[in-house]
């Protein structure tokens, strides 16, 4: 029976627990914060079901493709001293930096605008910031120069095409779309030259698919780049010195910030860091080149 005498910070809390215990770990896909929601002095890792940043959730759905803990059987998060909970994961990597993209899509242009923007150009907005980190040769990044643009370009849409499918099954058409986009946009900007590649595929692109899959994907989110030169999405507060990991049980990485007395960690939110997610992690901490760590959550 409903209890209306109950505070909403209880509901969400007993309503958080409940879904943990029936679906795991994957659960916290679905927590988003704010700066507010997460300096209360309130669990980070209790879903605040009144904020809402993103248009999806890449791991709370389980038909993605994405397995960032692989075939690894999780233990089940434990609860300890009222409100903390305790898992176990794999430390990635820390944030380098974090371009916040807006909560409207409104600086992730539509092709439509562009080819009216075309000849005249518009305000740098955080997409065209993080295209001159990629074309910056000085920015630590662990991709084959090579290949990073086809990283850039996956990470915008989190690895996904429409319909929600594995943009890497088809990448090349993929490609294709991006490279569309992004002619029209560097046609409407001076945020450097077209690279060759970009103009040879763009003739075989749809601009609008490639817009919508990024759009889905960042609206709310920031463009994460890490001390190692990973590419990623992660949640819209993240910032320099947060912590990368994947808690094992969960479909994807996520973003922790460690607290102030170093001994528990705030989650921040759901990340997409390419190069995790088809279970490198788990693979690489059996080799002993990642370490699993206890993360007591706050």
């Known amino acids: 029976m409903p209890d209306y005498s109950k505070d909403v910070s209880e509901v969400f809390r007993e309503l958080t627990i409940l879904m943990i215990q029936k679906f795991g770990i994957r659960v ?11 300096v209360k002095d309130f669990p980070s890792w209790i879903l605040p079901w009144d ?19 692989a075939d690894v059987i ?5 609860i300890i001293e009222g409100n903390k909970l305790r898992v176990r994961g794999v430390v990635l990597d820390t944030v380098r930096k974090s371009n916040q993209f807006s909560s409207s899509s409104e600086d992730l242009e539509k092709p439509s ?8 150009s518009h305000e740098q907005a955080t997409l065209d910031c993080v295209w001159k980190d990629v074309q910056d040769r000085e920015m630590t990044c662990v991709y084959p120069w090579g290949e990073r643009l086809k990283v ?26 991006f490279a569309a986009y992004w002619v029209l946009r560097l046609q409407s900007t001076s945020t450097g030259e077209l690279p060759a590649e970009l103009q040879r595929e763009s003739e075989k692109g749809d601009a609008d698919t490639f817009w919508f899959d990024m759009s889905l994907a960042c609206e709310g989110r920031s463009f994460l780049v890490t001390q190692k030169g990973y590419y990623g999405l992660g949640p819209w507060i993240s910032k320099p010195g947060d912590i990368c990991c994947v808690l094992l049980g969960a479909t994807v990485p996520f973003i922790l910030r460690k607290t102030d007395d170093g001994l528990c960690y705030k989650i921040v939110g759901e990340a997409y860091i390419h190069g995790f997610m088809h279970g490198e992690a788990v693979e690489q901490e059996q080799g002993n080149k990642l370490n699993e760590k206890i993360f007591i959550l706050c």
Request: hydrophobic content about 35%; overall charge negative.
């Open 28 to 38: 916290l896909s679905a927590l988003e914060h704010d700066e507010s929601t997460l």
């Open 51 to 69: 904020v809402e940043l993103v248009q999806c959730s890449f791991g709370y759905w389980s038909e993605f493709y994405y397995r960032a803990s």
């Open 74 to 78: 999780p233990e089940r998060p434990a």
């Open 113 to 120: 605008k562009l080819r009216d923007l075309r000849g005249a």
């Open 152 to 177: 850039f370009s996956l990470t915008l849409c989190a690895g996904l095409t429409t319909p929600y499918l594995c943009a890497e099954k088809n990448l090349e058409q993929h490609w294709a779309n």
